[in-house]
Nanobody, 117 residues
Framework: QVQLVESGGGSVQAGGSLRLSCSAS????????MYWVRQAPGKGVECISA????????YAADSVKGRFTISRDNAKNTVYLQLNRLESEDTAMYYC??????????RGQGTQVTVSS
């Protein structure tokens, strides 16, 4: 079955950096776009970044553009999110999500990012 396992979250000071990883299994990784979404306490889910199946096309939400970078290693079935210049507003649970033909694809269990100012 599809498994997405995130890691790399933690607690950092504002201005710091983290690198999130998502290890995928149970499907043909190279067939799918991959996404990073986040949910802050009391807020809805926000799609913050996406990457095409081959890695040649990426998307970043305005809230993270210029600070977060998505990448993938198709040989390792892994997608990454580099988080730089973190702000307190970035505090959230971060999830890796697979693309889907329609609707929302499966999502991992998440990794917590906490930024203190």
């Amino acid at each position: 079955q599809v498994q997405l396992v995130e890691s790399g979250g933690g607690s950092v000071q504002a201005g710091g950096s983290l690198r999130l990883s998502c290890s995928a299994s149970g499907f043909t990784f190279t067939d799918y776009y991959m996404y990073w979404v986040r949910q802050a306490p009391g807020k809805g889910v926000e799609c913050i970044s996406a990457i095409s199946s081959g890695g040649g096309s990426t998307y970043a939400a305005d809230s993270v553009k210029g600070r977060f970078t998505i990448s993938r290693d198709n040989a390792k079935n892994t997608v990454y999110l580099q988080l730089n210049r973190l702000e307190s507003e970035d505090t959230a649970m971060y999830y890796c999500q697979r693309g889907a033909p329609s609707g929302s694809g499966p999502r991992g269990q998440g990794t917590q990012v906490t930024v203190s100012s």
